[in-house]
């Protein structure tokens, strides 16, 4: 007997649609949980209003990686019951880089209730990534269940909110260094509970990035090895003249990401450094510098101090806080920016799975 074409290609198009279904994951079987000081432990799934769920605590149940599922292009959704922060990591090479996704449910309703950052080397840059792009408003509420699901094609993120067509956030996100990578959840600062979660793959189509738009921000620079945040008991000159004798400076340009982000550099971000670029000018003139940045920043033109900050500034960092002048000689110019981030607030640094370290370190710079 012989099988029309019509009908194998039914059967086909059946297969690959029961291969992209939805299936349930993070069942206990099927995950692996971590303390906040990175200390494996069992977890065994628990009741909440009404509903089984995976619990993280933020302390002694902090991050829980899933197994088995590694992919670029992908829609999870689950419900979420969550205090503090709670969210998904995607594309994660460990539990020091992912792309992360969160909700904070106490900021329901208001501008920060959901928020994505890029997570390199354990940094939880939240100061960087803020609204109105990489935060927005979503009507949830603290410990309260609500759906949630997320859908990642190429580079652009959306999420949606208690089933509603229009995504709460449609964005580009900023890769890491892994193009797919594995799936995880966290929690921080207080309980999460993560119910029905269920994760389907999407077609791997080639999806075009958009040209990135002309821009004067700053984003070439050399940059030096770090150095620890006592060394010179913040003397920025030191450090410079430490500096200069270095032969091993690193060259960073990322243009799709207008901050500075220097825990991306770093294995272990914790020090202070120098970045140093060239301004050409055709003729000698007066230009203005806009910038803000996190910690303690020192900014010098042709060798000359223009900014100085020895007090640990922590709070969200945006383009334009701040404005300096800039005096540019004809030729090429060097600004010198020495930076050191947020560590010293947190006393030793910030606590992230078993070591203390920078969470938020770098600046943004725009000539007008």
Known sequence: MKIRYTNLLFIAMLAITFANAQQSI???????????????????????KGKQALKLDGKSRSIAFLHGIDTKNFRVEMDIAGQIMSGLGFHAKDGMNYQ???????????????????????????????????????????????????EVRGKNLKVFVNHDP?????????????????????????PSYFANI???????????????????FLTTWEISEQFPRDTTDHDFHKILDRAKELDNWKTINVP??????????????????????NIDSETTSSRNLHFDYVGRIK??????????????????????TFTTGLRLEKGKNELVIIAEGDGAFFGEG???????????????????
């Open 26 to 48: 993070f069942k206990t079987s099927e995950y692996t949980v971590y303390s906040e000081d990175n200390k494996q432990v069992i977890v065994k799934d628990t009741l909440f």
């Open 100 to 150: 992360f996704i969160y909700f904070r449910p106490g900021l329901g309703g208001t501008r920060e209730a959901i928020q994505y950052i890029p997570i390199y080397n354990g940094a939880l840059s939240w100061v960087f990534y803020n609204y109105p792009i990489y935060e927005t408003l979503a009507d949830v509420k603290s410990l309260e269940w609500f759906h949630a699901a997320f």
């Open 166 to 190: 229009e995504p709460k956030m449609d964005i580009s996100i900023l890769e890491n260094p892994v193009g797919g990578g594995k799936l995880l959840l966290r929690s921080l600062f207080g």
């Open 198 to 216: 269920t994760y389907q793959s999407l077609t791997d189509v080639d999806i075009m990035d958009e040209p990135l738009p002309k821009s004067d």
């Open 256 to 277: 799709e990401d207008s901050y500075v982000n220097l825990s991306r550099y770093f294995e272990h971000p914790q020090g202070v450094l120098v970045a140093r670029t």
């Open 299 to 320: 900014i010098i033109l042709n060798g000359i101090d223009l900014f100085a900050n020895n007090n640990i500034k922590f709070e969200r960092v945006f383009d334009g």
């Open 350 to 368: 910030f606590r992230y799975l078993g070591r203390n370290q920078h969470t938020n370190w770098g600046f943004i710079a725009r000539i007008e």
